[in-house]
């Protein structure tokens, strides 16, 4: 037993609903101590070592779905650039300077609920230079069907990302156009072809600590080999273009607690991290974090990855 914070097991089960529901009611100097347990089992089951990954918005914009948050989706108005597919000389250039930024995963990223034909064919082409290079390559290509992860599996793909986003019970309030169990068919199909599995959500979209914590078993019950962990920005001509970014200690809370339930998986903070942590960006490891996505997002800007890569050397940690 962590002597840190009672109720946390050393154990590949971590805690349960329960716990993580009390512990989300933590407040001031109560939650350091949860971020003292979350440290160590971090350390226990994950090391000192700091998975970095990369991603290309390789096509952007004029997506169908009605995602709420989304500066990409065609029901919102904003600046969000609109491009086709990105040719081959542009992936690898990206992922060239990825990997001199000590990046070991790289990830294709395309608006829409799936590509075509034409463009999977492209986009495998791309995911054999990626392991040519030395690069994990990883996609995030929407719903597919276990024909067209087959395809980027024979291609060499490592790794499928398909973001539950939020809890099952919470979903239709953020997406009306595919459901949650499309979500869960998708993941179901790329674990089918022993594929690795990267899937999580964005945090601050008005959801409730019960449905975070929901999410989390059922990333848990899947099996999930990475957990994203975004914090919502708000992006204005979006339906949710006026809301809030969480307070940074919310954050951390969030990070603290996905280790705690997820002790095995590897607890990755994506988009969203420098506008929501601010000072408190370097907290992300001490809070159970051993994942980073370093360089630019989607449609917004990132920290320079010097200073992450620096922000890790501090820390005493490695990639």
């Not at 650039?81 to 250039?93: A, F, M």
């Amino acid at each position: 037993m962590l002597q840190t914070e009672p109720g946390v097991k050393k154990s590949d089960h971590g805690i349960d609903k329960h716990t993580a529901l009390t512990f989300s009611k933590r407040k001031g100097s109560e939650i350091y101590y949860l971020f003292a347990a979350a440290n160590e089992v971090r350390e226990k089951f994950r090391g000192r070592k700091i998975d970095l990954c990369s991603i290309i918005n390789a096509k952007s914009g004029a997506c169908p779905e009605d995602c709420s948050f989304c500066a990409q989706s065609a029901y919102s108005k904003t600046n969000a650039n609109v491009y086709p597919l990105l040719n081959k000389e542009n992936i690898l250039e990206a992922a060239i300077s990825a990997k001199k930024n000590g990046v070991k995963r790289f990830c294709i990223v395309t608006s829409g609920k799936k590509p075509s034909e034409k463009e999977l064919s492209e986009i495998c082409t791309f995911i054999y230079e990626l392991r040519n290079m030395d690069l994990l390559p990883c996609a995030t290509l929407g719903m597919l069907d276990i024909e067209q992860l087959k395809q980027l599996k024979d291609a060499g793909l490592n790794r499928y990302h398909h973001n539950l986003e939020t809890s099952e019970a919470y979903f239709s309030e953020i997406c009306t156009t595919h459901t949650y169990k499309d979500k869960i068919k998708t993941i179901e199909a790329a674990m089918s072809l022993d594929l690795s599995i990267c899937s999580g959500g964005i945090f601050g979209l008005g959801e409730s600590w019960e449905d975070r914590i929901a999410m989390a078993f059922a990333l848990k019950k899947i099996g999930v080999d990475s957990v994203p962990i975004n914090f919502f920005t708000p992006i204005k001509g979006t339906p949710l273009g006026n809301g809030e970014v969480l307070s940074p200690l919310e954050a951390l809370k969030i990070i603290a607690i996905y280790r705690l339930i997820l002790p095995e998986c590897e607890i990755r903070v994506c988009g969203g991290r420098s506008s929501t942590l601010r000072d408190l960006n370097s907290h992300i490891f001490a809070a159970g974090a051993d994942g980073l996505l370093i360089g630019d997002y989607l449609t917004t800007q990132g920290r320079n990855p010097e200073d992450d890569l620096q922000m890790i050397k501090d820390m005493e940690l490695a990639i």
